[in-house]
């Protein structure tokens, strides 16, 4: 069950990123802008919002199997839509509205899988290996499409291109639909014997109960921490290839550190587990990551405005870890900190806010970005109109 359950969370966050690691190409092959490209990513963040509310009742009601079992099908039947590609590239925009729709179902299952499943002193290690999973998709996310796909420049015609492309999302639509067959098929709502007196407790997702939870000052600094770190981690995934490339990286070597972002992101979650024996504290962990996490921000703008590329490797790694030290501590203190209200109710919640500051931020980056003026060789690159700056320089 746990191991179906990973897999659906790998898929989700596969098929979300899809787009980011070979923006450039996109933008060629279709006549299409860098934000239209970020937006494929972002639909997922932005229909969480809206689908998180049926998604929460489902789960909370039906239980885990209606809840992932609707989560996959989404997902699946989105990532086949974006094989129409080569027909028009809404159906690219169309296969991500379902597929985000159907994330909604597997994010809010995490901390209501870690109940059901998992004895109260493993919960914490359970939700550290569902984030994982989402990581871990991510990276593939990252690996595959430049894998498959060579540099724009090297392509003949557009339609070798475009037929690279359809390749694929046909390859993607194939791996999350065989990965679900298992999950609709065999997922359980629950062991026959309840690992814990929690899981056998009714949980309260009346008004009253949200209320009381809202106006705990300490949920409140929970989801206003969250929210930002959430939306730095999605936000730079998003916009990844857009920042490098003005500096002369390719998408391929974007690609690569997208690819050591989440790498990092793995080595935090696991990381977290340890910290967490020896703090014995959220508090400590929680402003651990946030020192880490600016750190290595601040390292890796300084690398690749200098290009040092072996600095700009470190650094992307460091963010990784700052920035995933906090999330699956952040599930389980909310889910504490909101008790009786369900798992679903309370991961939403975080979850929705983080959403919100995840556009908001990938916005502000987008409007930084266009504010920044290029010399010839980063303007040809990106076939724009060269405005004879002065701020970026073409790496050697």
Same mark, same amino acid.
């Given at each position: ?246 500096? !002369?990286?390719?998408?391929? %070597?974007?690609?690569? =550190? ?8 793995? *080595? /935090? #979650?696991? @990381? ?29 703008? !300084?690398?690749?405005?200098? %290009?040092?590329?072996? =600095? ?8 990784? *870890? /700052? #920035?995933? @030290? ?71």
């Amino acid at each position: 069950i746990r191991d179906r359950y990973y897999l659906t969370t790998m898929c989700t966050s596969m098929v979300q990123i899809t787009c980011s690691p070979i923006s450039n190409t996109l933008q060629t092959v279709y006549e299409l802008d860098a934000h239209q490209i970020d937006i494929t990513s972002l639909l997922f963040t932005v229909l969480y919002i809206p689908a998180n509310v049926p998604a929460t009742f489902l789960i909370d009601k039906y239980g885990l199997k209606v809840g992932m079992s609707s989560g996959i099908i989404l997902c699946s039947l989105g990532a086949w839509l974006r094989t129409c590609i080569n027909i028009s590239f809404r159906f690219v925009f169309l296969g991500q509205v379902i597929a985000g729709c159907g994330n909604a179902f597997v994010m809010n299952s995490v901390t209501k899988i870690s109940n059901n499943w998992f004895p109260a002193e493993e919960r914490f290690y359970a939700t550290t290996f569902n984030m994982l999973a989402n990581s871990f998709g991510m990276a593939i996310g990252f690996m595959v499409p430049p894998a498959l796909l060579k540099e724009v420049k090297e392509y003949s015609t557009v339609q070798e291109a475009k037929q690279d492309i359809y390749n694929l999302f046909s390859v993607e639509a194939i791996i999350v639909t065989i990965l679900a067959i298992p999950c609709v098929i065999f997922f359980k709502n629950k062991p026959p014997t309840p690992p814990s007196i929690a899981a056998t407790l009714e949980k309260e997702d009346d008004l009253k109960t949200v209320l009381m939870a809202i106006k705990d000052p300490n949920f409140f600094f929970l989801v206003l921490q969250f929210s930002l770190g959430y939306a730095l981690y999605i936000g730079l995934q998003v916009v990844i290839t857009s920042i490098v490339i003005p500096f !002369g990286f390719t998408e391929q %070597e974007a690609a690569y =550190f997208g690819l050591l972002f989440n790498f990092g992101s793995m *080595i /935090g #979650l696991v @990381l977290s587990l340890f910290l967490l024996k020896i703090l014995k504290s959220y508090k400590k962990i929680i402003s651990t990551s946030y020192i880490l996490s600016n750190s290595a921000l601040i390292c890796f703008t !300084g690398a690749l405005v200098w %290009e040092y590329d072996t =600095f700009i490797n470190i650094a992307a790694v460091i963010q990784g *870890i /700052g #920035l995933q @030290l906090f999330w699956n501590v952040s599930l389980e203190l909310g889910c504490e900190l909101t008790f009786p209200l369900g798992e679903a109710s309370s991961t939403s919640w975080l979850q929705t806010f983080g959403c919100l500051m995840s556009i908001v931020h990938v916005y502000i980056m987008e409007f930084c970005m266009s504010c920044l003026l290029y010399t010839s060789d980063a303007a040809d690159d990106l076939l724009c109109v060269d405005l004879g700056g002065r701020r970026i320089i073409k790496k050697k």
